[in-house]
């Protein structure tokens, strides 16, 4: 099967599990005081624990996770199972539809992006989503919506590590060589063989001594965000991580209806020391002078509230 056409099946799960419950507690800490009580609803669920949680924080609050998933539905119903306030569905995120004004909170952790990379890069998959969300949100209701967020399509200078693996940049030789021994430039290579996001383009060039990729800054950012899935390489190339930008984002949930309560994007300093620090360097260049430049940001969170005089 073509892990782009189905969301529900992964390679190696145990992966998955061990990264979703290794940010846990931090995507708690990132949306925890703008979720209101009452009826919450976790969107892609995954493990369950971040239901869990969410359920344990709010006991009188009716707590529905909701994936696609058989394993995972079947997961998080076992981390779920001792709390009775707690329901674990199977549905298709797309097409499930729940009561018009029956939300408190509707939380999307880590999906938006997934909604549109597994339904062909359709970046108006995720728009319907989160417009259907706000007729389903009673009037003071909130959709939360923790992800990837693009820096968007101006030029960017990147610097890449060929020291730190095998730098084989040939295409037909890298293909055949195991991802996590490839050094980051090599790794680069291999992203530009498999990602299948929209078209772009990049070329090289040397300034003061650095070989320099140029490209949009929308694309390195996406090397950047996927370029340490060693183990499930294959299926992470096929996400676009930075569906939107953070003006996009504020945009798309303002003209469905939505106040914005809180929009913040930051750069998670463990994936900066860890992913990027002495494998890495972004640059911008004017009149053939090169500047280095901070880290995209990581993540974005945005809050949008309907309002509480709202009649749909």
């Known amino acids: 099967m073509n892990p782009k056409d189905e969301l529900a099946e992964r390679p190696n799960f145990d992966v998955y599990v061990s990264g979703m419950n290794a940010t846990v507690r931090m995507k708690w800490n990132d949306i925890e005081k703008y979720i209101i009580p009452g009826r ?35 997961l998080s119903r076992k981390n779920t199972k001792a709390l009775e306030n707690v329901e674990i569905q199977k549905c298709d995120i797309v097409t499930k539809k729940f009561e018009p004004n029956s939300i408190t909170t509707k939380l999307f952790s880590s999906v938006i992006h997934e909604l549109a990379s597994y339904k062909g890069y359709n ?24 992800d990837g967020v693009s820096p968007g399509d101006y030029r960017i200078y990147m610097w890449l590590n060929d020291k730190n693996g095998i730098n084989e940049l040939d295409h037909e030789k890298n293909k055949k060589l195991n991802f996590k021994d490839l050094s980051t430039e090599a790794r680069f290579i291999r992203f530009c063989m498999q990602f299948k996001g ?23 950012h996406e090397f950047m965000s996927k370029k340490e899935y ?24 303002e003209q469905v209806g939505f106040d914005a309560v809180e929009i913040k994007i930051y750069k998670n300093p ?39 005089l709202a009649t749909n």
């Open 40 to 74: 919450i609803i976790d969107v892609g669920c995954g493990t369950g624990e971040l239901t869990k949680i969410i359920a344990k924080k709010f006991l009188n609050s009716q707590v529905i996770g909701i994936d696609i998933s058989d394993y995972f539905v079947q």
């Open 123 to 146: 970046r108006e998959i995720p728009k319907k989503v989160i417009k259907g969300s706000f007729k389903e949100l009673k009037p003071g209701g909130r959709i939360i919506i923790r």
């Open 198 to 220: 929209k078209e772009w383009d990049y070329k090289t060039t040397k300034i003061d001594n650095k070989k320099l990729y140029i490209m949009d800054a929308h694309f390195a």
């Open 230 to 253: 060693v183990e499930n390489w294959d299926v992470e190339a096929l996400e676009e991580f930075g569906i939107f930008t953070i003006e996009e984002y504020k945009h798309i949930l």
């Open 270 to 308: 463990w994936i900066v020391k860890n992913w990027y620090e002495h494998k890495l360097k972004l640059f911008k260049c004017e009149n053939g002078k090169l500047e280095e430049v901070d880290y995209f940001p990581t993540n974005i969170v945005i809050v949008g509230e309907k309002p509480k």
